[in-house]
């Protein structure tokens, strides 16, 4: 899994574009990465754009464990937006899955997409 992080000014955001195939380990040294940028404040919002990873055969369990990795770095990420987009509607039940498993656990306020517009739109709100 590889990711790209980009700090926007105008409009305030940070977009992260991930490629390649999902894994819990690729998962927690991109939440390390993103979290010791010299930018990185707590409470930043954040587009991920998922639509060129491949999550596989991610099932619940693994869901877990990256809602766990999420639960771990609550401090470092932060109370900001998160607007994920998802390239299918399997990926978007497994986001909103990862929604569900992080929910009222983490400070991130976080909403899954399958529109591009919709997403900025609700992370610019």
Do not use: C
């Not at 990873?53 to 771990?72: C, M, P, Q, W, Y």
């Amino acid at each position: 899994m590889n990711w790209t992080v980009e700090n926007l000014e105008n409009p305030n955001y940070v977009r992260i574009i991930t490629e390649g195939v999902f894994s819990i380990k690729d998962q927690l040294k991109m939440i390390e990465d993103i979290t010791s940028r010299d930018f990185w404040r707590p409470g930043m919002d954040v587009f991920f754009d998922h639509r060129k990873l491949d999550f596989g055969v991610t099932d619940i369990t693994l869901l877990r464990e990256a809602s766990n990795n999420h639960i771990k770095n609550d401090k470092k990420i932060g109370g900001g937006k998160s607007a994920i987009l998802m390239k299918s509607l399997p990926d978007f039940a497994r986001g909103r899955q990862f929604e569900l498993l992080t929910e009222s656990k983490v400070s991130t306020k976080m909403r899954i997409f399958k529109d591009e517009g919709e997403a900025i739109e609700w992370l610019l709100k």
